[in-house]
């Protein structure tokens, strides 16, 4: 009979549209669920940066340091090697005096 033909569909119809709306309602809370992460980690991203920051400006500070420090190492390193000439020179000239 076609009355339970369409009282059969209309039943279909309504569970179709039943089942529809609890996946749109899933997807809904998924994408919710799914913003909520994002967020917890760019924040969580935000923290760390905002963490490293400073490590990583006392690290640039240490290295600009530590090559100031290099530099002038090296500097007194040059000034003692021409002292040390000197000192050669003039022992040299003290032999050559003595020796005269």
Avoid: G, Y
Wanted: net charge negative; proline share 1%.
């Amino acid at each position: 009979s076609l009355e339970k033909v369409v009282a059969e569909l209309q039943r279909q119809f309504r569970e179709v549209k039943d089942a529809l709306a609890a996946a749109v309602s899933s997807n809904d809370h998924l994408r919710e669920q799914l913003h909520e992460q994002q967020m917890r980690f760019q924040d969580k991203s935000k923290d760390s940066l905002e963490c490293q920051a400073p490590f990583t400006e006392r690290l640039s500070e240490n290295q600009r340091i530590a090559e100031a420090e290099l530099a002038l190492t090296a500097k007194q390193i040059k000034a003692m090697d021409a002292e040390l000439q000197e000192c050669d020179q003039e022992l040299v000239r003290l032999l050559n005096v003595q020796e005269a």
